[in-house]
Each structure stands twice: as structure tokens, then as C-alpha cells.
């Protein structure tokens, strides 16, 4: 295991692209930063957006964010560049992105791994090695696309404002939990993000009075 020095959100540049279902990675950067009021500044020699943001409060721990402007099936131009340049190894990076093969609400962190996703895997490829960190967050597959079918035109797509709201949550969640990964305690970081909330309790009937 090792503290992260390196956060990617996989997404599109351009405003219209902003509200796609495959900017979802995006959306996490910038709720996250944008809380904190930490901007991203172009570097051209990365390929994108990158700042600098401390992840935590008990443990003092910067890393280096990123928001490739290559496209997606790109990404690992930007992210091999900032790595190589400040001698980040794969296993100190967290790539968040979209999932299709989670449900809306969800999201997982995990290590390494196969993945079909053209952003992921353009990463692997550039790094190479699979042995990053993943904050895969969900956004569902389409009921009429069968698996292994094109859903280039789902992804690119927007969601309902239903999925869009529980996509976010699960973000505030992922963003939850930043700090544990950043003490190395990726396991507990885990079993958090992925203990699925509880619904809340239905409100109580207000008691009645005996006026009328």
C-alpha cells in the first residue's frame, strides 16, 4: 500500500461535455476542489489541468490532481507525463472514473485490474502496468445495449436528474473516505465507501394534539 501522490479524473474538456455521464470523474475533481476553493492551472507539458490539494485534516498529506484535456482514450498521455516528471510510481496513483458496471449510487476502490474502459486502459498502456488504484463510479449500463455492445452514445449521454443525484452522492461519498487512503488505510477506505448507505427511516407521524 502507499499514500497517494496522485489523483486523475477521467473525463471530456469542453462545455459540451460537462454534464456526460463519462465526465464523471471530472464531476468528482471539481466538487471536491471546488469546496475547498483550490484551482487547477493548464500545464501544457502534462496534457491538462493540475493543482495541488491536501487530502485530509489529522494527516498533512499534498498530492498532485489531474484533469487530462486529451479526450479520454488519451488519458494515460497526461497521466504517464506528470508521473514520470515527478517520479510517481503506479501504486501512489487514484484514477476516478466512470463505471459502467456499477448502478447510479454506487462507487468501489480498488488495486489493479482488467478493465475495458478506452481511458483505463490507454493508462495502463502508457504506465505500463495495471497496478494503480481505481474509484470506479457507477453510472450504469444501458437496458437496451446488450453487454459488449457500442455505448459510446450512452456515455456521452446525460443522465436522468434521478441518477445524476445518486451519481453525486456516491462521489460525496468517494470523497469521503480521500482521507483514510491518504493515512494508508486503504482497507478501511474500502469497506466505508463500499457499505452501501442505509435508506433512511421514514419520518414519525407528528404526534397529534388533543385541541381542535
Known amino acids: 500500500m502507499a499514500v ?20 464523471a470523474g471530472f464531476w468528482l475533481v471539481d466538487r471536491w476542489l471546488g469546496a475547498r476553493g483550490v484551482a487547477l492551472r493548464r500545464e501544457a507539458k502534462f496534457f491538462g489541468a493540475v493543482g495541488r490539494a491536501t487530502l485530509g485534516r489529522a494527516v498533512a498529506a499534498e498530492c498532485w490532481v489531474l484533469k487530462p484535456d ?42 489493479g485490474g ?19 488504484w481505481r474509484l470506479r463510479l457507477g453510472i450504469g449500463h444501458p437496458r437496451d445495449i446488450s453487454p459488449g455492445r457500442d ?11 434521478a441518477d445524476r443525484e445518486a451519481i453525486i452522492a456516491a462521489i460525496d461519498r468517494a470523497i469521503d473516505i480521500l482521507p483514510l487512503i491518504a493515512a494508508d488505510q486503504h482497507g478501511r477506505a474500502i469497506q466505508a465507501l463500499h457499505t452501501d448507505p442505509k435508506p433512511a427511516a421514514p419520518a414519525r407521524p407528528a404526534d397529534r394534539t388533543t385541541e381542535e
Not at 497517494?4 to 465526465?23: F, Q, S, T, Y
Open 151 to 161: 455505448v459510446s452514445g450512452y456515455v456521452l449521454g446525460r443522465p436522468s436528474a
Open 4 to 23: 497517494p501522490r496522485l489523483i486523475v479524473g477521467l473525463g471530456n474538456p469542453g462545455a459540451e461535455h460537462e454534464g456526460d455521464r463519462h465526465n
Open 70 to 111: 486529451t479526450y479520454m482514450n488519451l488519458s494515460g498521455q497526461a497521466v504517464a507525463a506528470l508521473a514520470r516528471f515527478y517520479r510517481i510510481e503506479p501504486e501512489e496513483i487514484v484514477i476516478a472514473f466512470d463505471e459502467l458496471d456499477l448502478p447510479p449510487g454506487t462507487a468501489r476502490l480498488k488495486l
Open 114 to 132: 482488467s478493465s475495458t474502459h478506452n481511458g483505463l486502459r490507454d493508462i495502463t498502456a502508457r504506465l505500463g502496468t495495471a497496478g494503480y
